[in-house]
């Protein structure tokens, strides 16, 4: 009698698991059939929505077992070995290759790109597969991470879109600011000269004004001690800040830029110090104090993050640290859609003792944009943008600033997007030490 021996059977029940999981993306799989020297099948991507399909093939070897303990396994992952005619096979081809292992009576796969995996020369001599149990399930929920796999060898293919409902957190924050402009000629030419006389009269004065052509724009009102003294107050004139705001006027937008710059200045004191040379707003260090945390509203709770920190020692004199660092933040107001909203790109400030910049600080930021992932420029700027909306707000000891005010834009929401655990998967360094991945979690 003819036999079908229980290797095929679980070779079978392999294969049929693997195109499951295929068919439940939306994609669709041929299986090789017949004498194959190791490959069992293709996945052809496609549209789930249009059904259109447009040549892009995945190879795949799959591999079933009942064995019920793995290679090597522990708790987080297990080995899996390949001959080296096996890899020299699918590393000389010229259509990606995903690699599958079942597990029939746990219901479970696993799935790794060979190309992708043994392109590290330590890993080819090795001649072995790592998988890991909680990143390299295959389910439908690999879907993106298939596709971007599919796109690694095709320059300029177009895939289908993952079809995921995402919310896009924008570096933009909304602003409001007076409805009220002042205009007034005055005998001062410039910004200086102006600023000067303004400071004998008044130290305290606000700087919520700019001086053009010999007249002063500002959002404070001219007709009144100190501004009358400086300027011919009898001329003044009243507009309403959309004239400058909404104008198609090339100048006037710039001059309106400039004085929202004027009032940014005077709304982020006394927590902020501005560097006028990166133009950064940073966390100032307090006198006695070499570490400063701030507790901001992020996703979903309030958390830590250190501000102000001290690092390194100095050869000469162990006791003080090499440089300070400062979270800081470049920002720039734009208009857009009949809207001015204002763009926050978070950075950090280095100084030589918590007040004076330090002459390596370019180095210092090279190095640091070199470690840090998404997440930490997101918690960065979830941070900043709960500064800009709660500071200046009014108190049982002070009013709110008048000039000008932050609110949170809505989230933008698409209807396709990328599966968040497949860009952690791809950072450049999701260990980070600038980023707590559980804060990252509770934070979202």
């Not at 290679?71 to 000389?92: K, L, N, R, V």
Request: charged fraction near 25%; glycine fraction near 6%.
């Amino acid at each position: 009698m003819k036999r079908i021996g229980r290797s095929d059977i679980i070779g079978q029940r392999g294969m049929a698991h693997i195109e499951g999981i295929v068919l439940s993306m939306g994609f669709m799989f041929y299986p090789t059939g017949g004498v194959e020297a190791g490959i069992d099948g293709f996945i052809e991507l496609r549209d789930d929505e249009t059904g259109a399909v447009g040549n892009l093939l995945l190879q795949v070897q799959g591999k079933s077992t009942e064995r019920r303990r793995l290679q090597a396994e522990t708790d987080e992952s297990f080995e899996f070995p390949c001959s080296e005619a096996d890899i020299g096979y699918w590393m000389q081809g010229t259509a990606p290759v995903l690699f599958i292992v079942v597990l029939p009576e746990k219901g479970v796969a696993y799935w790794k790109s060979i190309k992708s995996w043994f392109s590290d020369p330590d890993r080819l001599k090795a001649r072995k597969i790592i998988f890991y149990k909680k990143t390299d399930l295959f389910t439908k929920e690999a879907k993106a991470a298939v596709t971007a796999v599919a796109l690694s060898t095709v320059p300029g293919a177009i895939a289908p879109s993952a079809r995921i409902e995402e919310e896009l957190l924008v570096n933009l924050v909304g602003i409001s600011f007076a409805r009220t402009l002042y205009w007034a000629p005055t005998s001062y030419s410039t910004d200086k000269s102006f600023g000067a006389a303004l400071r004998e009269l008044d130290p305290k004065a606000g700087s919520e004004w700019i001086v053009r052509g010999k007249a002063v724009l500002s959002f404070h009102n001219l007709d009144v001690w100190p501004w009358n003294l400086l300027c011919e107050a009898e001329a003044m004139e009243e507009f309403g800040s959309d004239e400058w705001s909404g104008s198609d006027d090339e100048d006037r937008q710039r001059d309106f830029v400039a004085l929202l710059n004027r009032a940014m200045s005077e709304f982020v004191r006394p927590a902020l110090w501005h560097d006028r040379d990166s133009g950064a707003y940073f966390f100032r260090k307090p006198k006695n104090r070499d570490r400063v945390r701030y507790a901001y509203k992020s996703l979903k709770s309030f958390v830590p993050r250190d501000v102000v920190k001290r690092y390194g020692k100095r050869r000469a004199d162990p006791s003080q640290p090499t440089y300070w660092r400062h979270s800081a933040f470049l920002h720039r107001f734009v208009f857009l859609d009949g809207d001015w909203l204002i763009e926050i790109t978070p950075t950090y400030h280095f100084t030589r003792d918590g007040y004076n910049s330090n002459l390596f600080s370019g180095e210092y930021l090279k190095k640091i944009k070199e470690f840090e992932n998404n997440a930490a420029v997101m918690g960065q700027f979830v941070m900043w943008r709960h500064f800009l909306v709660s500071h200046g707000a009014a108190d049982l000891y002070t009013d709110r600033y008048p000039y000008l005010a932050f609110a949170p834009l809505e989230p933008l929401t698409l209807n396709a997007g990328v599966p968040d655990d497949l860009w952690k998967s791809q950072e450049a360094n999701p260990n980070s030490p600038l980023f707590d991945w559980a804060q990252a979690e509770r934070a979202e």
